[in-house]
């Protein structure tokens, strides 16, 4: 392994974390989450929507959900955990399934952070629509890069070499499906903590596919 990749892992991990922490805090809540290096880190979050006491102080940035929530907010969000919820299904087969080490522990991070932010992205979501906002949308027409049925039955059936191999093709063209549908949102007007959102989320993922990249580069060479 090049020495470029503990490097690379440096950066993932605090993009990781960062996306976390932007995404529990939307949702009003702490929890700790392993980094790259076993340790746990604490995220404490801001004051909750609609006044509170703040967990902590460490994070000065109120990205609690704001006023101006629109239809366009409310359908990133909700394809947005059908998105996640597939990721989630998919990297959960990795444990005894991934061949390469270094591609299983990034499924295993990958699979903590997207469970958490989906629930995260839940409580948001359960909270704005009990407001006066409207919620005509169809999460079919944003969801880019779905993961099909047929995809996740057939990679429940592999193992080794075949699993890395279908895992890393179906995840690398997932996460560009979500950036892409975070660069639309990112076009639209609407609340600025779903905007944040959406640029943590373009962010990480577009760090994980170049993980994801050079791991096959990595395996090809082999």
Known sequence: MSERMPRNALVLGAALAGVLA??????????????????????????????????GGEHGDDITPESGTTAADLAFIDAMIAHHEQAVELTALAPGRAADQEL??????????QAAEAEAMRSWLDRRRSRDVPDEHDHAETMRGEISRSTLDRAAELDGAAFDDLFIDTMVAHHRGAMEMAEDRLAEQGDPAVARWARAIATAQSLEVDRLLEIEARLDSE
Request: proline share 11%.
């Open 22 to 55: 932007v995404a529990l805090s939307v949702s009003g809540c702490t929890v700790s989450t392993p980094d790259d290096a076993g340790a746990a880190t604490a995220f404490v979050t801001p004051a909750p929507p609609g006044g509170g006491t703040p967990s």
């Open 104 to 113: 299983a522990d990034l499924a295993g991070r990958m699979h903590s952070v």
